[in-house]
Structures are given as C-alpha cells and as structure tokens.
C-alpha cells in the first residue's frame, strides 16, 4: 500500500515563542507549515517574566518583529541589581537595551508574523493523537468546534512547552529534573509617576535585589510594572 502523501512539511504543536518563530524559518525555508494552538488567542502565558536580553532582541530582529517590540515597550537601559545589601548599577549602551514586553503583546506579534510568512495558524485545535506509521510520526489527530480531522505531515514539533501533549503522546523520557528551590509570585501594577521622574528608575527602568528572597520590578508595556518576589520554596508553599 502506497502510503498517502502528507498534507503540510510540518505540523508545529504550539503557537507561541517557540512554535510561531519556528514556523517563519521553515516558511522562508519553503516548506508548507501548519501551526496549532488548543487555545483561544490571544491569551496570555502565566510561565514568563518576560525580560528579553540582548541576544533575544537579535533574534526578534532576524524574525522581523524586533522594531515592533521597541515600539510598544519601553526600553531598559540598565539594571539596579543589589546582591545581599549590596548595590549594583548596570548601564546598557544607547543601542543595546533590553524589553520586557508581556506575552500577550509579543505572542500575536510572532503569531502574525507567522502567518505572514505564509504558515496556516488554526487556534483551540487541539491534539489527541499521533498518527504513526513504519515505527514513525507522520501526522496528528485534531479536535476543534466537536469535529475531528487526522492530518498528516511530513513532520510533527512539539512547540508545546511545559506538560507537552507530543512529548507525552511518544513517551519522551524526562532528562533534567530537579526540585524547585524557589517558588514565586508575580503581578502586575500601575506604573507610579515616581518611576518616570526620581532616581534611580528614570535612568535604569528595573531593580532586582537577591538575597533569602529574590524580588524584580521591570516596565513593560501597557504603563504597567511586573513585580515579582520568588523566596524559599518552603516559604512560598506557606
């Protein structure tokens, strides 16, 4: 039996900061890409601080969302870092700065970007299945609005992040683990006046202090401020 010819190059699980990237590469790449998400977008992504370093900040440049980035976030220019009561000024040259924009503002960015590139995004589709043929993945099963379809791909990622249905579908063993040292709580906050206006925040724009506790305080998008303390984990369970 001749097998049937695959639907799409790649089926990508997952349309957020590691599958929506992936999809433009392999779109400029020629390959017909079809990327997935179980949820309704645009949400946001409880996992993330958001700080992206410089090298980050190349990478969204290379994928063509960089400038949008900037556009919508204030920058950092440096960082007021005190370690065990001891402070710390770094200061980012003029065209090197870092952004910490909330994954509800950067995930539709990268997401349209795909699309763009010419990727198919379908969103609350989600996988229950691998299809599998010669000892190999060759498609997935997909749910979306009570209906069913098999979809098969030359190649099937797992862009799925932390409990990932791939990686539990093919039996992927887990190869580092470790117990948690801290735990954490972050929100956000309406940015004060002060922060535009009094030392140090109008010549850094976040402050982190490390000791039992670690504690963060970045801008993001929106006027808001992202504040974060992660102690003991012990601490954090009480």
Not at 143 to 160: E, L, S
Request: hydrophobic share 40%; aromatic share 6%.
């Amino acid at each position: 039996m001749t097998p049937s010819q695959p639907d799409y190059d790649c089926v990508i699980v997952g349309a957020r900061i590691a599958g929506a990237p992936l999809a433009i590469h392999l779109r400029r790449a020629g390959m017909r890409v079809l990327l997935l998400d179980a949820d309704k977008l645009h949400s946001d992504q409880p996992f993330s601080t958001h700080a992206i370093q410089l090298p980050g900040m190349d990478l969204l440049d290379e994928l063509g969302v960089g400038d949008a980035v900037r556009a919508r976030t204030p920058e950092v220019s440096g960082i007021r870092l005190e370690v065990l009561g001891h402070p710390y000024d770094l200061t980012l040259p003029d065209h090197r700065r870092i952004y910490c924009p909330r994954r509800s503002t950067l995930d539709p960015l990268l997401q349209d970007a795909a699309v763009a590139a010419g990727a198919e995004l379908r969103t609350e589709a989600r996988v229950t299945e691998l299809i599998e043929e010669a000892g190999r993945v060759c498609g997935v099963v997909v749910t979306h609005a009570g209906t069913t379809q098999r979809i098969r791909a030359r190649f099937v990622v797992g862009a799925d992040g932390r409990n990932s249905t791939v990686a539990r579908l093919v039996g992927a063993e887990t190869y580092i683990a470790h117990e948690a040292e801290r735990g954490g709580y972050w929100a956000y906050y309406p940015k004060p006046a002060c922060w535009d206006q009094d030392e140090p925040w109008k010549r850094f724009g976040t402050a982190i202090s490390l000791d039992d506790t670690a504690r963060l305080c970045f801008q993001t998008d929106g006027d808001l401020l992202i504040v974060g303390a992660f102690p003991p984990s012990a601490e954090a369970r009480s």
